[in-house]
C-alpha cells in the first residue's frame, strides 16, 4: 500500500491558490518565450512594404498605411472594393492639323508636299539681276560667267576698243580727210551753188 501511495504522489499536481491548472507542464522555455513577445504582436504576413515604380521607390509609413492611386491626364481609374481590383482605362487623345502657330497631326497636304522634296534639300533662291560674287543655290554668276566667254567683253573696231567715251577720227569710219577737200589727187568741193568752182 506505501508503494502505491507513492507512485501517486510523484505524479500529483499541488493546488496553488488563484492557480487553475491541471497539469504541471508549463516550461520555463515558454515562460520565457512569452516574456521576449512584444503586447499586439501578431502573426507574420507577407506584405508589401515597398513599391517600385520606374526609378522610385514608395516605402510604407506604418503596418496599415495606404497607397493611393491618383488619376492622371487621358487616365481614368476604376476601384472595385469587391473583388480587390483598380481597372487602369486610357483615354484617346483628339488633335488637330498642325498650324503655323499650333502644333497638332500632319494634314495630308503637308504630308503630300514633304514626300516630294528630296532629302537634303533647300530653299532655292534667284537672282534677279546679273552677279559676278552671288552665291545663292542657283547662282547667277555663273551664268554671267558663261555669258562673258560667249560675248567679248571688249569690241574693237580698227584695233581701237569701243567704250562709252571712245572717239573715232576719219580713218576709223572711212570718212574723207578735210585736208584731201579741194587738193590735188584730193576731192572736188562744192560751191555753194553745188557746183564744183572753176579753181
Given at each position: 500500500?506505501?508503494?502505491?501511495?507513492?507512485?501517486?504522489?510523484?505524479?500529483?499536481?499541488?493546488?496553488?491558490?488563484?492557480?487553475?491548472?491541471?497539469?504541471?507542464?508549463?516550461?520555463?522555455?515558454?515562460?520565457?518565450?512569452?516574456?521576449?513577445?512584444?503586447?499586439?504582436?501578431?502573426?507574420?504576413?507577407?506584405?508589401?512594404?515597398?513599391?517600385?515604380?520606374?526609378?522610385?521607390?514608395?516605402?510604407?509609413?506604418?503596418?496599415?498605411?495606404?497607397?493611393?492611386?491618383?488619376?492622371?491626364?487621358?487616365?481614368?481609374?476604376?476601384?472595385?472594393?469587391?473583388?480587390?481590383k483598380?481597372?487602369?482605362?486610357?483615354?484617346?487623345?483628339?488633335?488637330?492639323?498642325?498650324?503655323?502657330?499650333?502644333?497638332?497631326?500632319?494634314?495630308?497636304?503637308?504630308?503630300?508636299?514633304?514626300?516630294?522634296?528630296?532629302?537634303?534639300?533647300?530653299?532655292?533662291?534667284?537672282?534677279?539681276?546679273?552677279?559676278?560674287?552671288?552665291?545663292?543655290?542657283?547662282?547667277?554668276?555663273?551664268?554671267?560667267?558663261?555669258?562673258?566667254?560667249?560675248?567679248?567683253?571688249?569690241?574693237?573696231?580698227?584695233?581701237?576698243?569701243?567704250?562709252?567715251?571712245?572717239?573715232?577720227?576719219?580713218?576709223?569710219?572711212?570718212?574723207?580727210?578735210?585736208?584731201?577737200?579741194g587738193a590735188?589727187?584730193?576731192?572736188?568741193?562744192l560751191?555753194?551753188?553745188?557746183?564744183?568752182?572753176?579753181?
Open positions: 500500500m506505501a508503494t502505491v501511495l507513492n507512485a501517486i504522489d510523484s505524479t500529483k499536481v499541488d493546488k496553488v491558490d488563484g492557480k487553475g491548472l491541471s497539469t504541471n507542464d508549463y516550461t520555463f522555455a515558454e515562460k520565457e518565450k512569452l516574456a521576449n513577445i512584444s503586447a499586439g504582436a501578431e502573426v507574420n504576413q507577407n506584405a508589401f512594404g515597398k513599391v517600385k515604380i520606374d526609378t522610385t521607390t514608395i516605402t510604407a509609413d506604418s503596418k496599415t498605411d495606404t497607397l493611393t492611386f491618383v488619376a492622371g491626364n487621358n487616365i481614368t481609374l476604376t476601384p472595385d472594393a469587391t473583388n480587390d483598380i481597372t487602369i482605362t486610357a483615354q484617346d487623345t483628339t488633335y488637330s492639323t498642325a498650324t503655323a502657330n499650333a502644333a497638332g497631326l500632319m494634314s495630308a497636304a503637308d504630308k503630300s508636299k514633304l514626300d516630294g522634296i528630296a532629302t537634303g534639300a533647300n530653299k532655292i533662291t534667284v537672282d534677279t539681276s546679273l552677279s559676278s560674287s552671288s552665291t545663292n543655290p542657283v547662282q547667277n554668276k555663273i551664268i554671267n560667267t558663261a555669258l562673258s566667254e560667249k560675248v567679248p567683253s571688249t569690241r574693237t573696231i580698227n584695233g581701237k576698243a569701243l567704250s562709252s567715251n571712245i572717239t573715232l577720227n576719219a580713218t576709223d569710219v572711212g570718212a574723207i580727210s578735210t585736208s584731201a577737200k590735188a589727187n584730193g576731192v572736188a568741193e560751191d555753194n551753188t553745188g557746183k564744183i568752182p572753176t579753181s
